[in-house]
């Protein structure tokens, strides 16, 4: 009977815990999302071409409507040259603002604003070059979740920049 | 003798499991709080009322300065309709700063900065219309977190955004 | 047999417990770090000296590329004087973008770009005077997690700005 009931016992124990540590997993997925993705401007602005290249897969894709990146090679050449290098030169901030976050098994998309400020040649202060929609659409692998499509619109009325937008929830 | 022990062992993983799953809890609340309020600037800059409505509850306020929306119906309303409309076909973008979030029980409040960005007419650049103060004050419902009432106070000076942001660890 | 069998069950369930634990307190630490790091915006812009002072060390160094700040007492005092007085007065957010956090035991790393925008004396907008690099190094303190130190550089092509944001995940 004691071990009956002993047995019960640790059957329910293995299933919460079993139900707990997905719930944890669910949490770090987000967060390891969120890591990545928050690490994008810091390294661009660094100019630290490896470090960028290091947060995307081998194939992925950045959609930029100024110009598609194709590979993370093409994406590591885009910050060793210019117009990149004369951005950091004279002066720009690539910011984000906070980055909505959806995980489904093995693939994420992050939802967000971008925004590239540029320094003013003539005085102390930054201007506003573009202000974007942003989506990434991460994978996890082996080494951890990686980019593996960003697809931006600046927000000048253009249709594509707000249907980006508009998936965010979805 | 085993027995007892066994029982005492027993109850004291019920009492870690449950300790633990208190304390997923809480992160899943400030995590599921992140995910509305980072819903919102997506939301609106696609001019998705439906979408925007779905973050509120029926009862909802928006006490913008500018104006004070009552009822989900109001604010839906408010992103159908000029001057909304006119802000996104120019071209906007509705942004927040990194959200601090509190939650207590069955409620949580969320503060942060805004910005709207705005494009220029006349050139490829946009300009800083409202930088303002927001808290944001959710409840947990049957279907997850929703804004109760948002209140935002342009940085202009004034003492209401001074002491709507002086609420932030309270 | 029952006992021995029990015991392993025991064990395993233990072990689970406390590798889960971990890693609840892993999550618990990076909100714990954001919650402190997001808390500083609203509190310096709300004009909040006190509570601009509770989120440093006793002997936290804030260094900013115009001056550096040692002590919370100094702090505190940059918040009641001028010219930071004069910001709010005329109007001026201090924003994040999202924080990068990153973990190491007691201590941690949180990296991001800030924004101060302030309020045009002319017109209804808001100009952007200065976007920076920050790292900001906090330490577990008995009291949670506190600023021991924030290094902000200016983004306007200096290598100190690029150096800081290049360490943002090493």
Redesign the interface.
Known sequence: M??RT?HD??AT??A??AA??Q??RA??D??AV??V???Y???V????AE?VGRLWTDDAVYDLDLKVFTGREEIVEMVRTAPHQDY??????H???????RVDGDEAVA???S?L?R?SSDE????????S?NRFELVRSEGGWLIRRRTAR????RAS??????R??S
Chains 1, 2, 3 share one sequence.
């Open positions: 004691a071990d002993n016992a640790a124990v293995t919460q815990l707990l540590t719930r944890v949490l770090e987000v967060e969120r890591e993705v928050t690490a401007g810091p390294a602005d660094a100019g630290d470090a950091l030169a004279e002066g720009c901030g910011l984000l603002d906070p980055v909505h976050v939802t967000c604003h925004m400020l320094r102390d202060s930054f201007w506003v070059w573009r202000v929609a600046v927000l000048d009325g920049a707000r249907e980006l937008l508009g965010v929830r």
